[in-house]
């Protein structure tokens, strides 16, 4: 794992950009996670995925709506809570 102090990346942050072209390059601050720097490549094919997953979500809902496969708020907010949409 790639891995900078806050400090280390502010002090070099031309050489973090060229790493985060490679791989995500983690960066702690008093030895605790704050950010990932990644490659705009990265962003746009996560940006992408996240986007065909919420298309995907809205389709699989417009068919089971179709179907007459649906539940009321408060017994979707026990399952959203209980994990069963993750």
Request: glycine share 6%; hydrophobic share 40%; no cysteine.
């Amino acid at each position: 794992m790639n891995t900078l102090s806050a400090n280390d990346a502010k002090t070099n942050f031309g050489d973090a950009l060229l790493r985060a072209q490679r791989e995500p390059v983690h960066i702690n601050k008093y030895g605790k996670p704050v950010a990932v720097l990644i490659s705009a490549e990265d962003y746009e094919s996560i940006e992408s995925l996240k986007l065909q997953l919420l298309q995907l979500r809205a389709a699989q809902a417009k068919e089971q709506i179709k179907a007459g496969e649906f539940t009321d708020g408060e017994s979707f907010f026990e399952g959203l809570n209980a994990g069963r949409f993750d």
